[in-house]
């Protein structure tokens, strides 16, 4: 196989079709010398004459050389090509951002806020990924996402982030349960009731737990379990039990009536909303722009 660069086969086409060393110098903005060195390496590399050099005259292909001519015009031709390509794909990947949070958060917390981001950023490819709290957690460990947002009561093991928001969740049940509409709820007798849960799939779950830990209601009972967050509202709306869950997540059915507040003394329930970035590679520019974007949405929501 001939070894030789694509710069020897560009100062050799430049020969060949400005007829002299020095034209093809001028042409490539180079010295005479460097374009002989070139076409002497691609002669002893193919180990035959290439150009015939004459005195006063303008160089010929050999044999040889003309049917290089053919084969350098192709390669270069190709590595234009490739070189156009790799330079789209490149800034394709410059301009892509892939954002991975909890389902809740997708669901609930976010779509303002991408929304607007995508409208600002109309070049940049966003791809939101709504995961558990473990499966968002190794998408930015391993590097298959570059940022992520979750809710969570501390801060995150191996992965750099910030606070950007405290997101407050609330307890609710039926119009009819025999707590609602009461004032002063102590958490010792909310947790005296039933409760309805999400299914949480790893990683949620226990910090659930130690939210309400926290809040003084530990141990309750638990009296159904769903995965899908609309059938456990369904469930508390029924009076089938209470439900712990975002305050956003039952506004609508709040401001109707179909479900209620249960107004428990202390502090509000509360959790940490979380942006973090891939710790495998320094964030890019449009990760950067997003993460201030997030950040700036929720200071703006907060003020």
Same mark, same amino acid.
């Given at each position: 196989m001939l070894n030789v660069s694509v710069r020897s086969?560009?100062?050799?086409?430049?020969?060949?079709?400005s007829g002299s060393f020095v034209a093809a110098a001028d042409r490539l903005g180079i010295t005479q010398p460097s374009v002989s060195d070139h076409i002497r390496s691609l002669e002893a590399r193919s180990q035959t004459h290439l150009v015939q050099? $004459? *005195?006063g005259r303008a160089g010929q292909l050999t044999d040889a050389g003309l049917a290089l001519l053919a084969h350098a015009?192709?390669?270069l031709s190709h590595a234009s090509d490739l070189s156009d390509d790799l330079s789209r794909r490149s800034q394709s990947a410059s301009r892509q951002v892939v954002l991975a949070c909890q389902?809740?958060?997708?669901?609930?917390?976010?779509?303002?806020?991408?929304a607007g981001f995508a409208r600002d950023h109309p070049d940049t490819d966003l791809a939101t990924l709504a995961?558990? !709290?473990? +499966?968002?957690?190794?998408?930015? @460990?391993?590097? &298959? /996402?570059?940022?992520?947002c979750l809710l969570a009561r501390d801060a995150l093991p191996s992965l750099p982030?910030?606070?950007?928001?405290?997101? &407050?969740?609330?307890?609710?049940? /039926?119009?009819?349960?025999?707590?609602?509409?009461?004032?002063?709820?102590?958490?010792?007798?909310?947790?005296?009731?039933?409760?309805?849960? +999400?299914?949480?799939?790893?990683?949620?779950?226990?910090? @659930?737990?130690? #939210?309400?830990? *926290?809040?003084?209601?530990?141990?309750a009972p638990v009296v159904a379990r769903a995965t899908e967050s609309t059938v456990v509202r369904a469930m508390a709306m029924a009076g089938v039990g209470m439900?712990? =869950?975002?305050?956003?997540?039952?506004?609508?059915?709040?401001?109707?009536?179909?479900? !209620?507040?249960? $107004? #428990? =003394?202390?502090?509000? @329930?509360? %959790?940490?909303?979380?942006?973090?970035?891939?710790?495998? $590679?320094?964030? &890019?520019? &449009?990760?950067? $722009?997003? %993460?201030?974007?997030?950040? +700036?949405?929720?200071a703006a929501e907060s003020s």
């Open positions: 086969l560009e100062v050799f086409v430049a020969v060949a079709e050099r $004459r *005195r015009r192709a390669l389902p809740a958060v997708a669901n609930l917390l976010l779509p303002p806020c991408l995961a558990d !709290t473990d +499966a968002v957690v190794q998408h930015l @460990m391993n590097g &298959t /996402a570059d940022v992520g982030s910030d606070v950007i928001a405290h997101v &407050t969740f609330v307890i609710v049940a /039926a119009p009819t349960h025999p707590l609602a509409g009461r004032t002063a709820v102590s958490p010792q007798e909310v947790a005296r009731h039933q409760f309805v849960r +999400a299914t949480h799939r790893l990683g949620f779950g226990p910090q @659930m737990n130690a #939210m309400l830990e *926290r809040a003084g209601i530990a141990d439900l712990c =869950t975002l305050a956003r997540a039952v506004e609508r059915e709040v401001a109707s009536g179909l479900l !209620t507040v249960i $107004r #428990m =003394t202390g502090e509000p @329930m509360r %959790m940490e909303l979380r942006l973090a970035h891939t710790p495998c $590679r320094r964030p &890019t520019d &449009t990760a950067l $722009r997003l %993460m201030r974007h997030v950040a +700036a949405h929720f």
